[in-house]
Each structure stands twice: as C-alpha cells, then as structure tokens.
C-alpha cells in the first residue's frame, strides 16, 4: 500500500516535534520537506535525517497558489514512485497547510493512503504570546486570501502566511476598508521560539512599515464589532424559548407580515431622507425579520438561516458565471441577458415562465410581469413602442369616459396605468418610486398652501381656486418644483 505521512514541525521551536513524527522521519527513507526556512528542520540535521526540501518550487512558479500545487503533485508523484514517504510542513499539518488540503484530495484517487502525525499548531503558539480567549472567539486567516479577512469584525483575528512586507501591505488595504486606520495590530515574529522572537503593536496603517516581517509572522487584529450575526441569532432563539418575551413566542409567519412590509418601506425612507444612521438603523430590524423568519421555520423543522445564506449564495454564483465561471459579460446589458437565460433554464419544468405574485403592491406587481416578458423577447423593440401605446389607452380612455360607462371607464384606466409602468420602465424609472415622489412632491406644496391660508388668518376651503392655484405656484417656486 502505497503511504504519505504528513508531519508537523511545530510552530518553530524545533522541541515541538513530537516523539512520534521524530521516530516516522527517522523510519523512513523518503522525507520532504516543504521549506528549510524553518526552525524546527534543526532537529531533523541534529538527529542526521536526510530530507530533500522542495524551496525550489518557490522559485520556479509565478504565484503562491502554482507553488502549492507543484508540491502536492510532487509529493504524490514521489509516494507513487517510492512506495512510502514522510512530507514534512510547519506548524500543523492540518491547519492551515494548503499543500495538505492538496495532497489529501488528490491522493486518495491515485490510490494512495495518507496518514496525518499532528503537531503544535501556530496558533497555539501565538495564542500563548498574546493571551487570547477560547478558540471560539478566534478565527484564522491567510494573508494570501485576502477576500477573506473582512468576514469576522467580532472575532479575535489571526492572520497567517504573512511573508513579507509586500504581502502585509496588500493586508493593511484590504483591512483599511472596514478597521479604522488607527486600530491597533499586534505582530509576532517567531511565536514559541526562546530566541528571535519579536512583538510589536502598532496602528493599522503602520502594519507594512515594520522591517522584520518574515515566513515566521502573524499579525492578530482585535474585533471591532461588539456583536455578530450568530449573537443576533442567539438572541432570537432566546426571545422565541420558554423563558423568552411572550409576545415573540406568540408569533408565527403570518403575523409578522405586516412588520416586515413595514420595515422594508421604513429602509426605502431612510434611503431617500440620506441618513446612514436611519439606515443602518432599518437595515439591522430588517433583518430582524429575516432572523425572526428563520427561527419560526427552524422551530417547524423547515429550514434554518444556514440554509437561506446557502440557497441566496449559490444562486449568485450560479447566476454570476462571468464572475465565478467561465461565462463572458462585459457589460449591464449582458449581465442581464445572461440573467435572463439562467432563469429561464431554472424554470425548464415549471409550468410558466410567468408569475403574478399578488403580495406586491400594483405598480411593482406590473413592473414585475413586464420584465419577465422582456426576458423572453414579448416587447417593444424600443420606447417609441410604448409611448404609442401609452397614448392609445389615453384614447380610449376618454373614449370610454365619453360614454359614461362605468366598468369600461374602470378597465381603460387600468391599461393606462399599466401603459404607464412600461414607459417607465423603457425610461429606466421605477415607477413605485416614482409615484412615490411625486406623492410627496404634492404632499409637501399642499402642506405650503394649507400653511399660507393659515397664515391670511383661515383654513383652504375658504379660498378660491385661484388663490389657491397662486399659492400652489408659489410652491413650486420655492420648492424648486
């Protein structure tokens, strides 16, 4: 049987290697290692192990990510050929060791087993240095993913792979994008060892001017959020127990529908007022409905929260292969048709492609089934389409109005306001949103020429039109129209 022993080194102290991966590196006739820039590989020349290190694959790829797969495969390549053979890395082999996470997918399907000798991992080294709390407060990260490290603003974070000043200030970036510039960092070079080791606090933005960064760093950045969203979860299950509110316990789907059309308009207000305060505010009891939502239906055995960030991710993924596939879309106009397409190969075994989701209020319920229409090319080939049509049903409105019959009246202004809707939607306008404004707009000239009669000592009604009207332009003067 072919083997691939994967040992750890330890964080750097070269007393870290265990008595086990000692004996294995000794018994072994085949060693690799995955750098020599390492302290523990003193013990493996002390005890007069041959190993051969594979440094030089640093040197002949272009990226971090082509020198891990380089290793993996030649690690592989070299048990197929040897029968049996030790790969040696720091720290642990099973934390944070992407030639490992490598070697195991791969080996299994060359019909190779692979047997794992854990060691001392950095993270317990780093840990000791700086006293951090229970492993459940801390996350781990590297530095070469960068996407990554924005994920946990409430975790104690320890970011790994740190190479050089190079790598650090590509950090310091990703990190300036949400950590103010003067939270304080603390870097730690040689964690665990007796001597070289080195630790400093300093502000984020002096992260990448510190000289000894090196392969033996990692820079730990305290959280910034008091809570995330597993606490706000928490709390929930705790308001929905049997020691929790009554009222949140009483409710159920239904109930809670009219919270959450209302905090869904009280979000679009504080969009239009311009307040980040009011909408961070309605963003966070908006989302207290979807928590709310999930609990209610994790307590029916329906789904959980888990479940709706894996449906809403992999649809993004899925709709987005310009991005996280091989799909090409360059532009707005692509991504939508791409869209488009995507959907409609979704809904192959539905009945429809179309859908009247009579919840939405009229205009958006409209907009809706237009869209969807567009999508499979039942539209006007451009806008002048629907400003004739928008003028036809004018017609026949006034048409219908002259002769005084009442449900034709009714049924003509509907195509109108539907007509409408496509134009706007031709012109790039929400018109929920749009009606919306100009609701406020009359709101607001109205308020102007209620408080001018007040002012002239009456009430509106007391007035005439024309007075009125005067005052009315005088609003739209003043109110900049």
Request: hydrophobic share 40%; proline share 4%; net charge negative.
């Amino acid at each position: 049987m072919k083997r691939i022993y994967l040992v750890g080194l330890g964080p750097g102290d070269p007393q870290a290697l265990t008595l086990r991966s000692l004996q294995t590196l000794e018994k072994v006739k085949k060693v690799y290692i995955r750098t020599h820039r390492h302290p523990g590989v003193s013990m493996l020349d002390r005890h007069n192990i041959d190993y051969k290190s594979l440094d030089f694959f640093y040197r002949k790829s272009a990226t971090f990510e082509e020198t891990y797969r380089k290793i993996a495969f030649f690690v592989i390549n070299a048990a197929l050929q040897h029968g049996e053979v030790a790969y040696a890395v720091p720290g642990s082999p099973f934390f944070a060791e992407k030639t490992v996470e490598l070697i195991l997918k791969k080996s299994a399907l060359a019909g190779i087993s692979c047997r794992a000798l854990p060691a001392v991992s950095f993270v317990e080294a780093v840990s000791a240095e700086l006293g951090l709390p229970r492993e459940k407060e801390l996350v781990v990260h590297d530095a070469l993913e960068p996407d990554k490290l924005l994920d946990n603003p409430d975790k104690h974070l320890l970011i790994i792979q740190a190479y050089n000043r190079q790598i650090a200030s590509r950090v310091k970036l990703q990190l300036a994008t949400l950590y103010p510039e003067e939270h304080r960092v603390t870097v730690v070079r040689g964690a665990g060892l007796a001597a070289q080791k080195k630790m400093v606090t300093v502000p984020l933005y002096e992260l990448d001017r510190l000289s000894f960064i090196d392969h033996l760093t990692t820079i730990y950045v305290p959280p910034i959020a008091s809570y995330g969203i597993a606490d706000l979860q928490q709390v929930m299950r705790m308001l929905r127990s049997e020691d929790g509110c009554p009222w949140d316990r009483q409710q159920d789907h239904h109930s809670l529908k009219p919270y959450l059309l209302e905090e869904a308009y009280e979000v679009i207000g504080a969009i239009d007022s311009g307040d980040n305060g009011d909408l961070c505010e309605e963003l966070g009891d908006l989302l207290l409905q979807v928590v709310f939502h999930c609990q209610i239906a994790n307590e029916n055995q329906a789904f959980a929260f888990h479940d709706i960030v894996a449906s809403i991710t992999e649809k993004l993924v899925r709709r987005h292969p310009h991005v996280f596939g091989q799909g090409d879309a360059k532009t707005a106009d692509e991504v939508v048709r791409t869209w488009q397409q995507i959907k409609k190969d979704e809904k192959k075994d539905r009945k429809s492609l179309f859908t009247l989701e009579n919840y939405l209020p009229s205009l958006l319920r409209a907009q809706k089934l237009q869209r969807q229409a567009s999508g499979v090319g039942f539209d006007w080939p451009d806008a002048q389409g629907a400003w004739d049509k928008l003028a036809e049903e004018l017609k026949e409105l006034k048409d219908a109005y002259k002769e005084q019959d009442g449900a034709k009246i009714k049924e003509e202004l509907g195509d109108l306001l539907f007509a409408a809707v496509n134009v706007a939607r031709f012109l790039d306008v929400d018109a929920e949103q749009a009606l919306a404004a100009a609701t406020n707009k009359f709101f607001t000239r109205l308020r102007h020429v209620e408080n001018r009669a007040r002012d002239e000592g009456g009430e509106i009604a007391e007035y005439s039109l024309s007075k009125l009207d005067e005052w009315w332009n005088e609003a739209k003067k003043r109110l900049n129209g």
